[in-house]
């Protein structure tokens, strides 16, 4: 059965920290892996993976997919109050389903 | 706000009432989904429109009926729900093939 785990479930930390959120995977015929932000409504899609090695950034936020050990990470760098969401990361066995995994639950304190 | 546009943003319904989610997307995208998301879950797939016509039902009870008009539109009908179809519908569209699927704000329902 295809699945995609999440790490750590719930974080909490101070503005100015780093935050690595971690996304591992088991699907058959894999194609991308995204990371998406959920605040109260849209999750806003951030990064699409698809090869293994090329990191992917936007200002502060960056991520990388291993094809090899089937898991990718989405790093934050220099944390701000606006960055306190959950954070879905959601792989594609095939071209028109998404399987998401449970979720990382950030909170950024000032 | 998003490019995907979802009417209605909240809606409360007895579970004898019939009615309609609507959502709709000016982004040129020919795939369009439906998700339901329960508190604390991630979404969960329901059904998947490409090209308007439907290419996956996630085994998603008859009480839900989807349709397609147009590759704009996004329609999701309701009738005889149970109180444990309370949840955040979402709307999504993308290019089918391996693009990034595009999220409404969804429709907040509540079966009373």
């Known amino acids: 059965e295809d699945k995609v785990v999440q790490s750590p479930l719930s974080l909490v930390v101070h503005e100015g920290d780093t935050v690595t959120l971690n996304c591992s995977y088991e699907?058959?015929?894999?194609?991308?892996l995204l990371w998406y932000k959920q605040e109260k409504k849209a999750p806003t899609f951030l990064f699409m993976l698809?090869?293994?090695?090329i990191e992917k950034k936007s200002g502060r936020l960056s991520s990388i997919l291993d094809k090899k050990e089937l898991f990718s990470i989405l790093n934050i760098t220099a944390t701000q109050t606006g960055d306190s969401a959950i954070y879905l990361c959601a792989v594609a066995p095939n071209t028109d389903k998404l399987i998401f995994g449970t979720g990382t639950r950030l909170q950024v304190f000032p | 706000d998003t490019e995907v546009t979802q009417t209605p943003k909240h809606l409360v319904m007895g579970m004898t009432n019939k009615k309609s989610l609507k959502c709709e997307q000016h982004?040129?995208?020919?795939?369009m989904y439906w998700y339901k998301q329960k508190a604390k879950k991630p979404p969960e797939l329901m059904f998947v429109?490409?090209?308007?016509?439907?290419?996956i039902n996630e085994s998603v009870p008859s009480r839900f009926s989807p349709e397609c008009p147009n590759s704009s539109l996004l329609n999701l009908h309701l009738h005889a729900l149970q109180p444990e179809d309370s949840a955040l519908y979402l709307c999504?569209?993308?290019?089918?093939?391996?693009?990034?699927?595009?999220f409404g704000d969804g429709t907040r329902l509540s079966i009373l």
């Open positions: 698809t090869s293994s090695g």
């Open positions: 982004m040129g995208h020919r795939a």
């Open positions: 699907v058959t015929n894999f194609r991308s």
């Open positions: 999504a569209s993308s290019q089918p093939g391996n693009t990034p699927q595009h």
């Open positions: 429109y490409s090209y308007e016509k439907l290419s």
